[in-house]
């Protein structure tokens, strides 16, 4: 049983920064996993982010989030980090961490999620 659960997301105001951990329990390793993180609001679909390999060596992200967000993990803390920098109001959504083989997350039908975290960007 892979059980993942996000959590740092909150209030924010535009141009803030905030960083949310996925956090792996149970007798998951992230280390066995590509690790991805993907959000979703009311208006729009579901929206892949980025993705960490299971090495940890690679990352990947979506255009729409290259260059403000960054993907890491720890491995001791058996956790994944999704930092984001200079927040927008259109990036308030639930933010969700999955993981899977790498090609599922990218192509975004992992197997595996958290149950999310709200991000609320103010203007």
């Known amino acids: 049983q892979v059980q993942l659960a ?3 997301g ?3 105001e535009a141009g803030d ?7 792996a329990s149970g007798s998951t390793l992230i280390s066995e996993y590509a690790m991805g993180w993907f959000r979703q609001s009311p208006a729009k679909e579901r ?3 980025g993705v960490i390999s299971y090495s940890g060596n690679q990352t990947y992200y ?10 890491s ?3 001791a803390k058996n956790t994944v980090y999704l930092k984001m920098n200079r927040l927008k109001p259109e990036d308030t959504a639930v933010y969700y961490c999955a993981a899977d083989y790498g090609p599922d997350v990218v192509g975004g039908h992992p ?3 958290g149950q999310g975290t709200q991000v609320t960007v103010s203007s």
């Open 6 to 8: 996000e959590s740092g």
């Open 10 to 12: 909150g209030l924010v």
């Open 17 to 23: 920064s905030l960083r949310l951990s996925c956090g």
């Open 47 to 49: 929206e892949f982010l």
């Open 62 to 71: 979506a255009d729409s989030v290259r260059g403000r967000f960054t993907i």
């Open 73 to 75: 993990r720890d491995i």
């Open 111 to 113: 197997r595996f999620w």
